[in-house]
């Protein structure tokens, strides 16, 4: 989830907001410049996130050459090395 309040100062700042899933897009869209990851519970998608390694790469790639990303709550959990989920949280229990 996003708060809209920022992604509207983003808008004022002059940000064009271009969405991307990390659960459904394979690539980062063409010519960002940033990237922002708001919150919500990765851990109820860990399989999907973790299967979907292309853009995890991409990600890794496009922070690692100093693209500016910025992550709140689960955007920062899908940020991490590894991300881990006690049995009890897990969806399927």
């Known amino acids: 989830f996003y708060y809209e309040e920022n992604l509207r100062l983003l808008e004022a700042a002059g940000a064009e907001l271009v969405s991307f899933s990390p659960l459904a897009d394979s690539a980062l869209p063409a010519d960002v410049q940033g990237l922002y990851f708001g919150g919500g519970y990765p851990e109820m998608h860990g399989?999907?996130?973790?299967?979907?390694?292309?853009?995890?790469?991409?990600?890794?790639?496009?922070?690692?050459?100093?693209?500016?990303?910025?992550?709140?709550?689960?955007?920062?959990?899908?940020?991490?090395?590894?991300?881990?989920?006690?049995?009890?949280?897990?969806?399927?229990?």
């Open 47 to 93: 399989a999907r996130l973790e299967a979907n390694s292309e853009l995890r790469e991409a990600v890794r790639g496009f922070c690692e050459r100093g693209g500016f990303c910025w992550a709140e709550c689960g955007g920062l959990m899908y940020l991490a090395q590894t991300m881990g989920v006690r049995a009890e949280d897990a969806p399927e229990a």
